[in-house]
C-alpha cells in the first residue's frame, strides 16, 4: 500500500493566522501544515481519509487521481468541510455516487451539510453525489487487503481509528488521529504496526487530543516499528521537534510525506 499524507496539521491549520507563531521557523515548508488528511493507496483502489477545508489544493499537491472510497473519521469541520470537492472524483467515475463510511455522527453531520449530494448519481454533470454507509468492522478489498475500525474517544464525539493490513506485503498501517486516548481494543487492534500515526497535537495536555508525551506512551505501549505524531500546532516547528522525538523513535508527519508499506 501508498500513503500520502496529504495534511498533518490540526484544526486551524499551521502557521496559525492572526499569531506571531514564537519559535515556528516559516522558512521551512514542513511547518506549514494543512489540515489532516492521507490518501491510501491499497490494492490498486483509492481510499480518502477525511476532506478538511484544505482538501481540494491537498489533492492538487500530490496528483490525486481518483477517490473510490472515502472514509470520514468524524464530523468535525476540519475532517468534513471539504467533500463538496469530491465533485470531480465524482466526474471521473462516470457520475455514480461516492461511497461514504462513517460513524453515526459523522454521517449525521454529512446529512446536515451536503443534503444535495445524498442521490445515487449526482444532480447534473460538475456536482457530488454521496451513497452513506455505516463504517464495517472490517472492510475487504479486491485482493484481500483490509482495514479493521475501532472507535477511539475524542471529548464529546468518537473517531473511527483505522488499522490497514496490506495482504500483499503482510505490513500493518494504524491511523489513529482525533483522540485524547488509545482505549484496550484499539491498542490490541494496532500491536506490532509497521507504522503508527498518532494525534500529538502540541506539548501541553488537552481535553480532546494527546499531547506528545501520551503520544509517545502510546507508541511505546503499541510497539509499533515506527511512528509518526500528527495533528500538530504551531507549538511543534519540525527541526526543533525532530531531535527531542527522535529519542522514543518518533517522528514528527509533515504534508506530502508518503510511505510504501
Ligand atoms: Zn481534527
Ligand atoms: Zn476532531
Redesign the pocket.
Known amino acids: 500500500m501508498e500513503i500520502i499524507f496529504m495534511g498533518t496539521g490540526?484544526?486551524q491549520g499551521v502557521p496559525l493566522i492572526a499569531h506571531p507563531n514564537p519559535g515556528l521557523d516559516l522558512g521551512n515548508p514542513k511547518n506549514w501544515r494543512t489540515?489532516?488528511s492521507i490518501h491510501v493507496v491499497i490494492d490498486e483502489s483509492h481510499v480518502q481519509v477525511?476532506a478538511?477545508p484544505d482538501f481540494r489544493q491537498q489533492c492538487w499537491q500530490n496528483n490525486i487521481p481518483a477517490v473510490d472510497t472515502f472514509i470520514l473519521?468524524?464530523g468535525?469541520a476540519?475532517?468534513v468541510v471539504g467533500m463538496d470537492d469530491l465533485r470531480r472524483y465524482c466526474d471521473l467515475r462516470a457520475g455514480s455516487a461516492i461511497p461514504v463510511y462513517s460513524t453515526e455522527e459523522g454521517l449525521g453531520r454529512v446529512r446536515q451539510i451536503y443534503p444535495y449530494a445524498l442521490h445515487d448519481r449526482p444532480i447534473s454533470s460538475g456536482y457530488v453525489a454521496f451513497s452513506l454507509h455505516d463504517m464495517p468492522a472490517v472492510m475487504t478489498f479486491a485482493k484481500g487487503s483490509e482495514i479493521r475500525t475501532t472507535l477511539l474517544p475524542?471529548g464529546r464525539v468518537e473517531t473511527l481509528g483505522l488499522v490497514f493490513w496490506d495482504k500483499h506485503s503482510g505490513k500493518k498501517f494504524v491511523y489513529y488521529?482525533?483522540c485524547n486516548d488509545v482505549p484496550k481494543e484499539a491498542m490490541a487492534l494496532a500491536m506490532d504496526a509497521d507504522v503508527a500515526v498518532l494525534d500529538g497535537l502540541r506539548p501541553q495536555p488537552h481535553p480532546t487530543?494527546m499531547s506528545v508525551e501520551k503520544a509517545i506512551e502510546i507508541s511505546r505501549q503499541m510497539r509499533a516499528r515506527e511512528t509518526f505524531i500528527t495533528?500538530t500546532t504551531w507549538q511543534l516547528d519540525y527541526d526543533t521537534w525532530t531531535p527531542i522525538l527522535a529519542k522514543d523513535n518518533v517522528k514528527m508527519a509533515y504534508d506530502g510525506l508518503r510511505l510504501v508499506l
Open positions: 490540526t484544526s489540515r489532516a477525511d478538511g473519521t468524524h468535525h476540519d475532517h475524542h488521529s482525533d487530543h495533528h
